[in-house]
């Protein structure tokens, strides 16, 4: 069965730091994973997709990083602003159209 | 890139009434998209997977009769929240993917901040 973990459970920084969120995983077979934000009381917002031939992607200061024989992903936050204050959630998904399995996500603050 | 519209955004309900919310997909078709709940400071949990054209599939523990799900087209998704009660007041949150598109990830709703009093 499929666990996703997330760590740090929270994590606060200042400004302008460079910060590293873990997702871990425990069945290598996977189909893609996916990154998410969510702001308080919203929706979520995909951040990043990797697929599972790939090792990385990269979106302006955000890169996602996947190693799928550890059953590691790592989302890199370069220079971190308040605005990046949020919820981090992965999530791992096993084939098409199959549930995705989620973290419990990462709570961001970045202080100015 | 893909758009999943969610409706109403919020909405408070009196006990023993009924909420329809709407999950549009509203540049692609979307043969099958998820509901999901989320209590406070919890992360997602799945309630139902909508496939158009025939029955949901519900999470163990999940009462369908409770949570009415209807996938009458490529486009529309509909979750009822039956005779509600305020233990149903949550956050709810449909997702889709765009089966046609490169890009696989999902796409989530704003979601619908349901209140029971």
């Known amino acids: 069965k499929q666990e996703v973990t997330q760590i740090p459970a929270a994590l606060s920084v200042p400004e302008g730091e460079n910060l590293v969120l873990n997702c871990s995983f425990t069945d290598s077979a996977i189909y893609n994973l996916q990154w998410f934000r969510q702001d308080p009381g919203k929706g979520l917002t995909s951040l990043l997709l990797?697929?599972?031939s790939q090792r990385e992607q990269t979106s302006g200061r955000l890169n996602a990083s996947l190693d799928k024989s550890s059953g590691r992903s790592t989302l890199y936050i370069a220079a971190s602003q308040p605005g990046d204050s949020a919820t981090y959630l992965c999530?791992?998904?096993?084939?098409?159209?199959?549930?995705?399995?989620w973290g419990l996500g990462t709570s961001l603050a970045v202080n100015p | 890139g893909a758009v999943v519209s969610q409706h109403p955004s919020r909405v408070i309900c009196k006990s023993g009434t009924s909420v329809k919310i709407e999950c549009r997909s509203l540049?692609?078709?979307?043969?099958?998209m998820f509901w999901y709940r989320q209590f406070p400071k919890k992360s997602l949990m799945l309630m139902a997977t909508s496939n158009e054209g025939s029955k949901a599939t519900y999470e163990q523990g999940v009462e369908k009769d409770k949570f009415l799900i209807n996938h009458a087209s490529l486009t529309l998704s509909t979750l009822t929240v039956t005779s509600a009660h305020p233990e149903d007041s949550s956050f709810y949150i449909c997702?889709?993917?765009?089966?046609?598109?490169?890009?696989?990830?999902?796409?989530f709703g704003s979601g619908t901040r349901l209140t029971v009093v």
């Open positions: 997702s889709a993917r765009d089966e046609g598109a490169l890009w696989d990830g999902y796409t």
């Open positions: 999530a791992v998904n096993a084939g098409n159209n199959r549930k995705l399995i």
């Open positions: 540049d692609f078709q979307a043969t099958t």
């Open positions: 990797i697929q599972s």
